[in-house]
């Protein structure tokens, strides 16, 4: 699987849109960039996935750019919950791939009143 | 059904001393992962499971650990003989098979392991 690079932190105004990046520049064709979310003692949790074209359901948006070197997340209204570390993956999703997915140390988004 | 389960939440263990810990996945999901997270790190994977074959395990994955899933349900990861730098918290995922759905994993809350 592909290699993605991420912030460290950043921060982020209540209300305001969450811009979060991502570089992957050594993905396949057949990788799909997922994104998590894990809040503090909890599980991570899947955010969206996408291929090419940008994504959006109730949670967030996926921009991916043409070439396919990097995305970005958006969460339109942050709000204080939604402090947490995000996570960018790089993944094969076909039935004969190994299926596991490497995590990196992501990016530590915090909300601020 | 609820989501993932892990149980228990929190272990403390003495070190040299044996410990399991257990995953209930989705029910309709037929692969399983177990990750270990240290603080201030990402997950690192492990181990997982399609249906009961165990098809892939880390390198992080010593002669210590052992992970089961029998009958492609629930699943066990145990450690033997603990060290104190196996305290970590463990993740137990599930998913479909990748072309039966793209939407990532469903994972637990974790189990704490604290080796003392």
């Known amino acids: 699987d592909a290699k993605t690079t991420q912030p460290t932190s950043m921060d982020c105004a209540e209300g305001r849109a969450a811009n979060l990046p991502c570089n992957h520049s050594?993905?396949?064709?057949?990788?799909?960039v997922y994104w998590y979310r894990q809040i503090h003692s909890q599980g991570p949790q899947y955010i969206i996935h996408g291929l090419k074209n940008n994504e959006t359901n109730e949670m967030a948006s996926l921009i991916i750019t043409e070439d396919r070197k990097s995305s970005t997340l958006i969460l339109p209204h942050a709000t204080l919950r939604d402090t947490a570390v995000y996570y960018c993956i790089v993944r094969v999703a076909s039935n004969t791939n190994a299926g596991k997915s490497t995590f990196g140390d992501g990016t530590t988004l915090t909300v601020k009143p | 059904d609820t989501g993932v389960s892990q149980n228990p939440r929190h272990k403390i263990t003495k070190r040299g001393q044996n410990v399991t810990f257990r995953c209930d996945p989705i029910s309709e999901h037929n692969r399983l992962y177990w990750y270990r997270q240290t603080l201030g790190q990402g997950p690192e994977f492990l181990t997982y499971?399609?249906?009961?074959?165990?098809?892939?395990k880390s390198r992080l994955l010593s002669d210590r650990f052992s992970a089961e899933r029998p009958k492609g349900s629930f699943s066990t990861l145990e450690i033997q003989r603990t060290e104190q730098g196996d305290s970590a918290m463990y993740l137990c995922?599930?998913?479909?098979?990748?072309?039966?759905?793209?939407?990532?994993?469903?994972f637990g809350s974790g189990t704490r392991l604290t080796v003392v």
């Open positions: 499971f399609q249906n009961e074959a165990q098809l892939e």
């Open positions: 995922a599930s998913s479909f098979t990748q072309g039966q759905g793209r939407y990532g994993y469903t």
């Open positions: 050594t993905i396949s064709g057949n990788e799909y």
